[in-house]
């Protein structure tokens, strides 16, 4: 959450996140992703999000893609996001 802020400082307009769920309770993944939404609708600020955690990716993305050994494998509009047999076709979970 520290670095998040840190990265935040510089006004940036974009910002990659690398598993920002690692390690980190529920409740507050749950209200980092309600943040990134807001930071995403009101400051305009795009958001690249690198993410195992299906209900965070479901919560913030509005597009997802999967990879498979550093390749691109499938793309996942927002409305097959919360789909688990769309999930299911690229994640082995």
């Known amino acids: 959450m520290l670095a998040i802020a ?18 980190i309770q529920p409740s507050i993944i749950q209200e980092i992703g309600r943040d990134l939404v807001r930071l995403n ?6 958001i690249l999000l690198v993410e195992q955690n299906t209900r965070l990716i479901a919560q913030v993305a509005q597009r997802a893609y999967a990879m498979d050994k550093g390749r691109i494998v499938g793309t996942l509009e927002r409305s097959r996001l919360s789909d688990p047999a769309g999930l299911a076709e690229y994640l082995a979970v």
């Open 6 to 23: 840190r990265a935040l400082i510089g006004r940036p307009e974009l910002i990659l996140l690398d598993e920002p769920s690692m390690g």
């Open 41 to 46: 609708q009101e400051e305009k600020l795009t």
